[in-house]
């Protein structure tokens, strides 16, 4: 059984930082990309950031290139999404998301797995 558990979210002023963190167990072995998603009230959920599994290689939406950072520690199956110089426009439900896509794909195709979601809230 697949899961995945996200953590570290929460309430933060607009300029403030957050560690976000996806715990996997049961990581099947073709998993290739892991990713971040959010999805702001009213709106539809969107890419952020995304990470390959055997090389690190990481890519990023525009919105938040330069202040998010994406990585992963294959020895605890989990990856993190270091969110820094926080915006009222980055309040939303961030997941984590996982599959054996290459990293690009993750930009425009929906992954196979999923975590419940976390609430960050960025405050002005």
């Known amino acids: 059984q697949v899961q995945l558990v996200e953590s570290g979210g929460g309430l933060v002023q607009a300029g403030g930082s957050l560690r976000l963190a996806c715990a996997a167990s049961?990581?099947?072995?073709?998993?290739?990309?892991m990713a971040w998603f959010r999805q702001a009230p009213g709106k539809e959920r969107e890419f952020v950031a995304a990470v390959s599994w055997s090389a690190g290689r990481t890519i990023y939406s525009d919105s938040v290139a330069g202040r998010f950072t994406i990585s992963r520690d294959t020895t605890k199956n989990t990856w993190y999404l270091q969110m820094d110089s926080l915006k009222r426009e980055d309040t939303a439900v961030y997941y984590c998301?996982?599959?054996?896509?290459?990293?690009?794909?993750?930009?425009?195709?929906?992954?196979?797995?999923w975590g419940q979601g976390t609430q960050v809230t960025v405050a002005s």
């Open positions: 049961g990581r099947p072995f073709s998993w290739h990309a």
């Open positions: 998301a996982a599959d054996n896509k290459v990293i690009s794909m993750m930009r425009t195709t929906r992954p196979n797995y």
